[in-house]
């Protein structure tokens, strides 16, 4: 029996894009089913009861919930193309070590900068360069967190990319200036088709942020 694979998203997800690029690379087929996040439909909550979050992916009717765990699920079910984590336990753990840390800093880091008010926007803008700058001496002369290919942790990164002229334009900075070893390495990120039909635009990621500042009374 052929897979059934769906993936429950919400185009300016980095979460999102997560599972899209993981699937790209991985050349697996799936119906890709657009989630409204203020009306969650029955199918959402069923598939993701305890967060009730996007993304899921739900292959032959289970659902597999939290970007990163999908990503690591994805590398082991479709394994015989494009690995995306190294046999190697050690470097394993320490691709794992760095996607958490993404997790941890960077959304918030971000969201401080385009959502935030005063202080907040300076602070966010601090910790954002911070996070980024530590990530260059990760990535040091690689061509990919991953090595000579995209891996879990460039798949972890990269959607943020799209996100990066909001932070730009919304915390008056460049990104670019300040951490020009990021901005080289998602060139070469987007280079490839399983990330550039991944991500959204970045001015339409930047119309939607504008929206959501709108739509939540922190203009
Ligand atoms: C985060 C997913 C998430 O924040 C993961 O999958 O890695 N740790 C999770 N999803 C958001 C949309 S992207 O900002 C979401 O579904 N929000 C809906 C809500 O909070 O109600």
């Given at each position: 029996m052929a897979d059934e694979v769906k993936l429950l998203d919400f185009w300016p997800s980095m979460f999102g894009m997560r599972v899209r690029i993981a699937l790209a690379e991985k050349g697996v087929a799936y119906e890709y089913m657009e989630q409204d996040l203020r009306n969650k439909s029955p199918l959402l909550l069923q598939m993701n009861p305890v967060y009730k979050?996007?993304?899921v992916l739900?292959?032959?009717?289970?659902?597999?919930?939290?970007?990163?765990?999908?990503?690591?699920?994805?590398?082991?079910?479709?394994?015989?193309?494009?690995?995306l984590l190294s046999s190697d336990p050690y470097q394993r753990a320490q691709a794992r070590f760095w996607v958490d840390f993404i997790d941890k800093k960077l959304y918030d880091a971000g969201r401080k900068v385009w959502a935030g008010k005063g202080e907040e926007v300076e602070a966010g803008k601090k910790e954002l360069i911070g996070v980024l700058k530590q990530l260059e001496e990760v990535l040091g002369e690689k061509g990919f967190f991953g090595g000579e290919r995209l891996g879990f942790v460039d798949i972890a990164l990269i959607g943020f990319h799209s996100w990066f002229y909001s932070y730009e334009a919304f915390g008056k900075l460049s990104i670019e200036a300040e951490c020009p070893k990021i901005m080289g390495w998602a060139k070469r990120c987007l280079e490839k088709e399983s990330v550039s039909k991944s991500l959204p635009d970045s001015k339409k990621v930047y119309d939607f942020a504008v929206q959501m500042k709108k739509a939540l009374g922190l203009e």
């Open positions: 979050k996007i993304p739900v292959h032959n009717g289970r659902p597999i919930c939290e970007s990163s765990i999908i990503v690591q699920y994805i590398d082991e079910v479709w394994k015989d193309k494009a690995p």
